[in-house]
């Protein structure tokens, strides 16, 4: 064996939950080999890096394993080598705080908060 389809390749490996959720990714262009665009049945050999994009960031692996079935994931992790740099870690400070046992916030508070997030407070609808 010197090839395997990318979508059976990504599915074996545990990127991904069902081939048929690799060969969508694939059909929709999520799915790149060695920097081209790939289609489901394109094979896959050693070496070639696969590119596949996740919920907006992209996984980098290069494949050292070829298998065809879905097995344990650490015998899956041993079949590429994840080049994937790690995503920044964004601190969101909290927009207002109230200690904690203070009680019901006031109607004023309650408006300064809305106002904070963004809503209307007539109507309690966001604002455009």
């Known amino acids: 064996m010197d090839s395997v389809r990318v979508d059976v390749w990504l599915w074996?490996?545990?990127?991904?939950?069902?081939?048929?959720?690799?060969?969508?990714?694939a059909k929709a262009g999520h799915v790149r080999v060695n920097g081209e665009t790939a289609k489901p049945s394109q094979k896959v050999k050693v070496g070639d890096e696969v590119r596949l994009r996740i919920e907006g960031q992209d996984r980098i692996l290069e494949v050292t394993k070829l298998i065809l079935k879905r097995t344990s994931a650490p015998l899956a992790q041993e079949c590429y080598i994840n080049h994937t740099p790690e995503r920044p870690k964004v601190y969101l400070p909290p927009l207002f705080h109230r200690d904690r046992g203070a009680g019901r916030p006031t109607k004023k508070e309650r408006r300064e908060m809305d106002r904070l997030r963004g809503m209307d407070a007539n109507w309690g609808r966001y604002e455009d």
Do not use: G, M, S, Y
């Open 12 to 25: 074996a490996v545990r990127q991904l939950k069902t081939r048929t959720l690799a060969t969508t990714a």
